[in-house]
């Protein structure tokens, strides 16, 4: 019913920047009424919430990316974005994009993120 496709990822030094992109497709549901979140899961740990944007705007971050990391939408592109600035190696993860809308969410298949010297 909803497909998400993230892209954007790569390998960047420390204090690089990268802009994750998820490109959101249905028939059924659309962008407008969505909460989108990224989280992120680095090996051998929990996957973490990492910024969140409601339909109607709000926004919300982890404090380990508050003022380094900006969540944003265009709905008429039906593409959330995660604008990642001053990049540290521990920002490094699989990043994932989630659609929420009532009961129903939806994930991407994920964007490999690394940050190395």
């Known amino acids: 019913q909803v497909q998400l496709v993230e892209s954007g990822g790569g390998l960047v030094q420390p204090g690089e920047s990268l802009r994750l992109s998820c490109a959101v497709s249905s028939t059924a549901f659309s962008i407008y009424t969505m909460t989108m979140t990224w989280y992120r899961q680095a090996p051998g740990k929990q996957r973490e919430l990492v910024a969140a944007i409601t339909e109607g705007g709000r926004t919300n971050y982890a404090n380990s990316v508050k003022g380094r990391f900006t969540i944003s939408r265009d709905n008429a592109k039906s593409t959330a974005y995660l604008q990642m600035n001053s990049l540290k190696p521990e920002d490094t993860a699989v990043y994932y994009c989630?659609?929420?809308?009532?009961?129903?969410?939806?994930w991407g298949q994920g964007t490999q993120v690394t940050v190395s010297s």
């Open positions: 989630n659609a929420k809308f009532l009961i129903n969410d939806w």
